[in-house]
């Protein structure tokens, strides 16, 4: 396994920064695009099944710690999305930039659709926090669009601090 | 086995977790959990949110610095070109000078503009003058000419008719006893504007074949020294034919309608002093 330690701690710690200073400074009337969701999706891609999956329990559970969403909802939701975009890492050539916009709308879909689940199942009381058709559709496109910055910044820093080669390995 | 399997495992270990946590309402119990992550996330965002408007404000400033750079280079453009012009002036006064020493010819008159007040306006049907409230003792001579403006343009309203110690009366242009000496700017053309009542004046000694038309404005010339030159009498409304062979005259509609002037400029002759109030 060459599972870097201290990269994987620093991509989680900067990850997690990143996304608090940009979502504090998001100012446009547009949805900011989930980094975090787009970075588990961008590390699954490069083959790090257990690191995608690893950052995104904790970056998810941060997130629901963070939000409104129930507690652990996220946290599954990006372990899951990491789990399978990093298997599925043989399949796809993610160094498209088609690839990586598909890989963004499958993994943002797949989001939206079991964090409303979760809403619909889990949800004691209260309302549901589901959120409207058109804020999704906003969410997908933005998340696609950002998607080839993310994981072309993510890949590179793979490439820089984890000499290079791609793992395709199961258990990395 | 286990190395080949471990990203499953650990899936299915976070799916037991996430499970876990959303079955059992580990909502209500991380409310502190929420509270510190709100309280970590806070510094982090204020520092770059005070950067953020650090720097906006720098940009303002510097976009404010930039247009103060053009502005005053503008001013320093205008300066120097104001500089030149007055020296040019200088120049060409100082030739005037000794032209007109060499020549013999008096300097034209300059004026200097006293600021008064109508005081009463002529009630007859006629209306041929105002009074205002500065006499003899601000300085006015009879003849001195009157001016309004209209708009920013200044304009002929008469002439100073009668003069007391503390008002005078101004015989107002349209009155059928004044007379001025007046030009058609766009043409060229001279002839003397005469008043015909109070809201017409009539410019004489038009040639036959003149080019005047309606619209034309009709500025004073200047000849007799009694006007500046350049001061807006009135507008050209139509021509017709004066009764003397070879002229034609202009109908001319006033610039100035006495009854709406409230305040007056009385151009008084440079370098004769006024006479001090006691």
């Given at each position: 396994m060459k599972l870097n330690g201290s990269f994987w701690t620093g991509l989680f710690l900067a990850g997690w920064l990143f996304h608090a200073v940009v979502s504090s400074l998001w100012s446009i009337p547009v949805p900011s695009p989930q980094w975090l969701l787009l970075a588990v999706l961008a590390v699954g891609s490069i083959g790090r099944v257990a690191a995608a999956e690893t950052l995104g329990f904790f970056w998810g559970l941060m997130l629901d710690a963070q939000g409104s969403s129930l507690f652990g909802a996220q946290g599954w939701i990006l372990a899951a999305a990491g789990f399978a975009v990093g298997r599925l890492s043989r399949q796809v050539d993610a160094e498209k930039a088609l690839s990586q916009v598909i890989l963004a709308a499958g993994g943002t879909l797949f989001y939206l659709v079991f964090l409303a689940q979760s809403?619909?199942?889990?949800?004691?009381?209260?309302?549901?926090?589901?959120?409207?058709?058109?804020?999704?559709?906003?969410?997908?496109?933005?998340?696609?669009?950002?998607?080839?910055?993310?994981?072309?910044?993510?890949?590179?820093?793979?490439?820089?601090?984890?000499g290079g080669e791609e793992s395709h390995a199961y258990g990395d | 086995m286990f190395r080949k399997h471990f990203s499953s495992l650990l899936f299915i270990v976070y799916s037991l977790l996430g499970l876990a946590f959303l079955s059992w309402s580990a909502d209500n119990a991380v409310q502190s959990l929420r509270h510190t992550v709100h309280y970590l996330m806070s510094p982090w965002s204020d520092p770059p949110l005070a950067a953020m408007e650090q720097l906006g404000d720098t940009g303002r400033n510097l976009s404010r610095l930039i247009s103060q750079d053009r502005v005053a280079r503008s001013l320093e453009e205008r300066g120097l070109t104001r500089t030149m012009d007055r020296l040019w002036c200088e120049a060409v006064e100082a030739e005037n000078v000794r032209l007109r020493t060499l020549t013999g010819l008096a300097p034209i008159p300059r004026y200097r503009p006293l600021p008064a007040r109508v005081w009463s306006w002529e009630t007859s049907a006629a209306l041929r003058s105002v009074t205002i409230n500065r006499g003899a003792r601000d300085g006015i001579t009879a003849t001195d000419p009157v001016v309004a403006f209209v708009g920013d343009k200044p304009a002929v309203l008469g002439q100073v008719a009668e003069v007391f110690p503390d008002k005078a009366r101004i015989m107002l242009l349209t009155d059928p006893s004044a007379a001025v000496s007046a030009v058609v700017p766009r043409t060229g053309e001279q002839g003397v504007i005469e008043g015909e009542g109070p809201s017409r004046l009539v410019l004489n000694y038009l040639y036959s074949d003149t080019a005047?038309?309606?619209?034309?404005?009709?500025?004073?010339?200047?000849?007799?020294?009694?006007?500046?030159?350049?001061?807006?009498?009135?507008?050209?409304?139509?021509?017709?034919?004066?009764?003397?062979?070879?002229?034609?005259?202009?109908?001319?509609?006033?610039?100035?309608?006495?009854?709406r002037v409230r305040e007056v400029l009385v151009l008084l002759r440079e370098g004769r002093a006024p006479v001090k109030r006691p």
């Amino acid at each position: 396994m060459k599972l870097n330690g201290s990269f994987w701690t620093g991509l989680f710690l900067a990850g997690w920064l990143f996304h608090a200073v940009v979502s504090s400074l998001w100012s446009i009337p547009v949805p900011s695009p989930q980094w975090l969701l787009l970075a588990v999706l961008a590390v699954g891609s490069i083959g790090r099944v257990a690191a995608a999956e690893t950052l995104g329990f904790f970056w998810g559970l941060m997130l629901d710690a963070q939000g409104s969403s129930l507690f652990g909802a996220q946290g599954w939701i990006l372990a899951a999305a990491g789990f399978a975009v990093g298997r599925l890492s043989r399949q796809v050539d993610a160094e498209k930039a088609l690839s990586q916009v598909i890989l963004a709308a499958g993994g943002t879909l797949f989001y939206l659709v079991f964090l409303a689940q979760s809403e619909l199942l889990f949800r004691g009381t209260g309302v549901p926090h589901v959120p409207p058709i058109g804020a999704a559709l906003a969410q997908l496109l933005i998340n696609a669009a950002a998607a080839p910055l993310v994981f072309r910044l993510v890949r590179a820093a793979g490439r820089r601090f984890l000499g290079g080669e791609e793992s395709h390995a199961y258990g990395d | 086995m286990f190395r080949k399997h471990f990203s499953s495992l650990l899936f299915i270990v976070y799916s037991l977790l996430g499970l876990a946590f959303l079955s059992w309402s580990a909502d209500n119990a991380v409310q502190s959990l929420r509270h510190t992550v709100h309280y970590l996330m806070s510094p982090w965002s204020d520092p770059p949110l005070a950067a953020m408007e650090q720097l906006g404000d720098t940009g303002r400033n510097l976009s404010r610095l930039i247009s103060q750079d053009r502005v005053a280079r503008s001013l320093e453009e205008r300066g120097l070109t104001r500089t030149m012009d007055r020296l040019w002036c200088e120049a060409v006064e100082a030739e005037n000078v000794r032209l007109r020493t060499l020549t013999g010819l008096a300097p034209i008159p300059r004026y200097r503009p006293l600021p008064a007040r109508v005081w009463s306006w002529e009630t007859s049907a006629a209306l041929r003058s105002v009074t205002i409230n500065r006499g003899a003792r601000d300085g006015i001579t009879a003849t001195d000419p009157v001016v309004a403006f209209v708009g920013d343009k200044p304009a002929v309203l008469g002439q100073v008719a009668e003069v007391f110690p503390d008002k005078a009366r101004i015989m107002l242009l349209t009155d059928p006893s004044a007379a001025v000496s007046a030009v058609v700017p766009r043409t060229g053309e001279q002839g003397v504007i005469e008043g015909e009542g109070p809201s017409r004046l009539v410019l004489n000694y038009l040639y036959s074949d003149t080019a005047a038309a309606p619209g034309d404005e009709v500025l004073t010339a200047g000849l007799g020294e009694l006007f500046p030159s350049g001061l807006l009498l009135g507008t050209v409304v139509g021509l017709e034919d004066q009764g003397i062979e070879s002229f034609r005259r202009a109908l001319v509609k006033p610039a100035i309608q006495a009854t709406r002037v409230r305040e007056v400029l009385v151009l008084l002759r440079e370098g004769r002093a006024p006479v001090k109030r006691p």
